[in-house]
């Protein structure tokens, strides 16, 4: 009867329901003092759990709940049980209980408006988000407002961002890898190699190295697992043991776009990162970076640029910006790390900068942030780099990111995929793997109508439709892979494959073919002409040229390259000489696979070579012979220009009597346009 | 000599703009010719044209120089569509007397219907030539040149139709089209509209209002003005067409497939309505790409469904291409693309550049 009187009279003077508050006090519960002490037990477990931190939530919330089952209409354990919730799995329960809280007592705590706020905007409430926030902003004082005030503005700016970039959702499907990767447990920051044919991820699950459990959050310690795409599907994941996983936390970091160097991430002083190589099937033992990488603060995340030239990585030592910032470092001539460089101050900001990731087209860079427009937590942005300027970054938009922290993004070179992790509904549980499909460009759809514009017919005309333009993808590159063997055994080779810039005359890269298996990867950004010399030790070199105008679309190129050993008789076409069109004179492109040819012949002093050209069947015989004798010897003339001995250089022009090919189509006269080298004395 | 009768019909439908020439009845007993000629005149009038055809011929065969006679049955001719005969009638006339006006006039009617539009021109010019104030052959000429792409032209000949004859509204709906396509929308609303303020019941016209008007942005007054076609010609499928176009465009995608539906039901062959409802069930389907919905499939039976109509319709296949590609199916959606290509669809082409292997 006494309740009955007490809801009316609520109902009649507010006009809205507020439940009582109730506190943990005897005369609340009479007759259930041993309950109530219980309650009262778990609450103070849960306390002890929640001022621990964070980590210590989600057991703090098993002690909190059994007590919010005795008493649900408690405003101080609704608003901690929220406060718990709201980093959990389970964020929607936030919103629950800090409204509960909110009915029973809106002034149980100072900040119970805000992180109502914050509960809403996690869940995408954000008319409802903007409003608690609001609210607390109103109900400050003046001097904790001087505080708080910018800390709520972002949160209300990030709201209003939400819902702009919610409007125009991206292009893209998500898709779980599958059961096969992901497990039960957090599988998370996946790294691809260049042709996401391996995955490198952390997990925490039960069979990581040493089995043991980090007491902080009661989760396995991180281990790296690999997995292999054969065929579109992604293998069992294999722990590669002790050399990359130890007893703690091992965690990946970055990978070169070959896939034949790994970064890691270990706790040690203060949290540094390692390079790891593969050496024919096996790993070499992490070794810290140098020091300009490493310092005694926190070095989480680094990529390389698929040249391996440059790395970038985060880290919060002083002299940034504020908190993590993105810096980068270059590999000097000797091969030795340089000077840390701050990416400056329009990638960093006073906020968190994390998790970096290089794309292999060598100018675009995607990052977390907090400090740049987003919709919440840290979201991932972009940037492209134009003559050593990055662009304003750009947020790569909803549903990748989400109101919450989104970290460890990795897009494949063809940039068709991308790889993150995420909790969803149709996951195999805690974080899992998800990979990203980007559809094309967004395409209009095109309705027809038709008009009766003559009143002199009824003929109608159908009206003319404007078809809308197509944007050209940006930034593309060619992949160019395969394998390297010996020409006689067909056993993979060992093999250094030099990258140079033809028109700058400078060697870009250097990469390395996989011991065990002759594999190599080699990521060309579209609009140069690529020079690549393959060398291995004890074989003749080979070269190969590569000229992608900037509007080359991405490709995949599969190139196998079989090794001469150096004896006599053996023959080279040297793809990257280059003479004027019908002339002989030699052009500036072709020096720098000369300087290869030059290296070979200063490092085999006894070797005699013969340089022959070569021509298609376009002209006269007597006129083609002439031609590619002259341009024969005008390699020799550079040569001996280069202080080669005169004595160890023939050279000789077989116009088109040697023909590698058919001489019928433009790609086999092209072949047959040639310049050669034959060893003639070892 | 009896009193000269001149019969001046125009049939003012616009299908059938037929003329019936001067009759002349000379004294009926001495000549047979003429007396015969008036009853084909009579035939002609109860749209009994083989018979018309037939007693003209008599006539001629009496008398071989019978201009009037040719022409009728040159009229008769045009109405059963037997244009080539027709045309040889015209000829004789023209023949008979260079200066016969209507007999140009027909010719030119008559090679319009052959779709020799050019050799159309010259014959109205003609008629045009004799007949100076005439402000049909205007009209007409000025309808030639624009299915020749003559804009200017024809806006030329449009102007002196309404210069001759002021209150003629279906001149102000055709110069209004032909502003359409010199894209001055502004000047083809204000014809547009004079022409409905003078003819009321003019749906054609609210309806090209309606298009100018969306072409124009104002999706809203487009679609008022096609409301108004529709509801004076109920069978209007063009107009219905059109506003579910508008609504679409406004993403009123739910109010698109319903007038889209209703034009399927008034005609049930037309390729664009199904194409249209199959893109707007698109649209009403992506907007979670998350979800497949049953809007996925209904897109792709409707496309299905106008391809099927019209193998040769591009836009169709590309469009059918674009649910491909949300429906994951990518080889499916490139066969589509290529196939809108090979139609002459340009941006299928950049799409399978790009994104097909």
Not at chain 1, 64 to 73: G, R
Not at chain 1, 597 to 605: K, R, T, Y
Request: with cysteine; glycine share 6%.
């Amino acid at each position: 009867m006494k309740n009955i009187i007490i809801l009316l009279t609520v109902l009649l003077c507010g006009g809205f329901l507020r439940a009582q508050n109730v506190e943990f006090e005897k005369k609340n519960f009479t007759g259930k003092t041993d309950s109530l002490k219980i309650a009262k037990k778990n609450i103070s477990q849960g306390d002890k759990l929640f001022e621990m931190g964070p980590y210590k939530y989600m057991q703090a919330l098993e002690s909190y709940s059994k007590a919010n089952s005795f008493n649900p209409n408690n405003a101080l354990l609704n608003y901690k049980m929220g406060r718990c919730y709201i980093i959990s799995i389970q964020k929607e329960k936030a919103i629950t209980h800090f409204e509960k809280a909110l009915q029973l007592n809106p002034s149980v705590e100072f900040d119970l408006l805000y992180y109502a706020g914050n509960a809403c905007q996690l869940n995408y409430q954000f008319e409802k988000a903007i409003d608690y926030f609001t609210q607390y902003q109103q109900q400050l004082g003046p001097k904790r407002l001087l505080d708080e005030k910018p800390r709520i503005e972002n949160r209300i700016a990030e709201c209003k961002r939400a819902k702009e970039l919610m409007k125009k959702p991206l292009r893209l499907f998500i898709d779980n890898i599958g059961s096969q990767v992901n497990s039960v447990y957090p599988d998370y920051s996946p790294i691809i190699n260049a042709d996401e044919s391996v995955m490198f991820f952390t997990s925490r699950r039960s069979n990581t190295t040493g089995g043991g459990i980090d007491k902080n959050d009661n989760g396995y310690y991180e281990d790296i697992y690999i997995t292999n795409n054969t065929n579109n599907q992604w293998t069992a994941p294999v722990n590669p043991g002790k050399t990359l996983n130890s007893k703690v936390h091992d965690a990946t970091v970055g990978i070169s776009p070959d896939g034949q160097k790994l970064l890691i991430y270990k706790g040690e002083n203060g949290g540094d990162i390692y390079e790891c190589k593969l050496e024919g099937n096996e790993w070499t033992k992490p070794k810290q970076m140098s020091k300009s990488i490493n310092t005694e603060y926190h070095e989480c995340s680094a990529s390389y640029s698929p040249d391996g030239k440059t790395l970038y990585f985060v880290s919060n030592k002083p002299g940034g910006f504020g908190k993590h910032d993105i810096y980068y470092v270059k590999k000097n001539a000797k091969g030795k790390w340089g000077q840390a460089i701050n990416l400056g101050g329009s990638i960093n900001t006073p906020f968190e900068e994390q998790s970096i990731f290089a794309h292999p087209d060598g100018k675009t860079i995607y990052f977390s942030s907090e400090g740049h427009n987003g919709m919440g937590g840290l979201d991932i942005y972009k940037s492209v780099s134009d003559n050593d300027k990055w662009s304003d970054p750009e947020n790569i938009g909803y549903p990748i990111n989400t109101p919450d922290n989104d970290v460890f993004f990795s897009v494949s070179a063809s940039g068709k995929h991308a790889y993150y992790s995420s909790i969803r509904a149709e996951g195999y549980g805690e974080k899992d793997i998800y990979m990203i499909t980007f559809l094309g460009n967004p395409k209009e759809i095109i309705n027809n109508t038709e008009d009766n514009l003559l009143a002199s017919t009824l003929q109608s005309q159908s009206e003319v439709v404007i078809e809308p333009s197509i944007q050209l993808k940006t930034n593309p590159v060619t992949i160019l892979k395969g394998s390297i063997f010996d020409i006689e055994t067909k056993l993979p080779l060992k093999a250094s494959i030099q990258l140079s810039d033809n028109v700058k005359n400078e060697v870009i890269a250097e990469f390395e073919s996989n011991s065990a298996s002759g594999k190599y990867l080699v990521s060309l950004p579209s609009g140069k002409n690529y020079g690549l010399a393959i060398k291995s030790e004890g074989y003749l070199f080979l070269s190969e040229n590569f000229d992608i105008p900037s509007n080359a679309l991405y490709q995949e190129v599969i190139k196998d390259f079989g090794m001469s050993k150096i004896k006599v008789g053996v023959k080279v076409v040297l793809k990257n000489i280059f003479f004027d069109f019908d002339k002989a004179s030699l052009r500036a492109e072709s020096y720098s696979e000369l300087s290869v040819l030059i290296n070979l012949l200063n490092d085999n002093p006894l070797m005699k070579i013969e340089i022959s050209g070569h021509t298609d069947n376009v002209g006269s015989a007597a006129y083609n012979q002439k031609l590619s004798e002259s341009r024969a010897k005008a390699v020799v003339d550079y040569l001996i220009s280069k202080n080669i001995v005169k004595s160890r250089l023939t050279f000789a022009g077989y116009g088109f009597s040697q023909a590698f090919t058919t001489n019928d189509t433009p790609e086999g006269r092209q072949m047959n346009r040639r310049t050669e080298f034959k060893i003639t004395e070892k | 000599m009896k009193k000269i009768i001149l019969f001046w019909m125009l049939l003012s439908s616009i299908q059938s703009f037929a003329q019936v020439d001067t009759i002349v009845i000379h004294q009926l007993d001495m000549q047979k010719a003429e007396k015969i000629y008036n009853e084909g005149i009579v035939q002609f009038e109860a749209k009994q044209y083989k018979a018309a055809i037939d007693t003209f011929s008599k006539a001629i065969e009496l008398k071989p120089d019978f201009d009037k006679a040719y022409f009728n049955r040159a009229l008769s001719r045009f109405e059963v569509k037997e244009y080539s005969a027709a045309l040889s009638d015209y000829n004789k006339v023209i023949e008979l007397n260079e200066k016969a006006d209507k007999a140009w006039f027909g010719k030119a009617k008559t090679l319009y219907q052959q779709g020799k539009i050019e050799d159309c021109i010259l014959s109205y010019t003609k008629a045009i030539e004799y007949a100076p104030e005439n402000f049909l052959a205007y009209y007409y000429r000025g309808g030639a040149n624009f299915e020749a792409g003559k804009y200017d032209t024809a806006l030329a000949d449009f102007n002196k139709t309404i210069e001759l004859k002021n209150d003629y509204a279906l001149a102000y709906n055709d110069r209004g089209s032909t502003y359409k396509k010199l894209d001055k929308l502004q000047l083809a609303i204000e014809d547009y509209s004079m022409a409905v303020k003078m003819k009321p019941s003019f749906a054609i016209a609210y309806n090209n209002l309606g298009s100018a008007k969306k072409k124009n942005n104002d999706l809203k007054g487009a679609i008022e003005d096609y409301t108004v076609a529709i509801k004076l010609k109920p069978d209007y499928y063009i107009a219905l067409n059109n506003r579910g176009s508008a609504k679409f465009e406004m993403a009123d995608y739910a109010g698109a497939i319903e007038d889209f539906t209703e034009t399927i039901k008034l005609k049930p062959d037309y390729a664009f309505a199904y194409n249209n409802r199959g893109n707007a069930y698109l649209k009403n389907a992506n907007a979670d790409l998350s979800k497949a919905t049953p809007d996925f499939e209904k897109a792709l039976a409707d496309l299905d469904k106008a391809i099927q109509l019209n193998p040769s319709y591009g836009y169709a296949y590309y469009n059918r291409g674009i649910v491909h590609e949300f429906l994951r199916q990518q080889k499916a959606a490139c066969d589509d693309w290529k196939k809108a290509a090979e139609l002459g669809i340009n941006n299928a082409t950049e799409i399978i550049k790009q994104e097909c292997k």
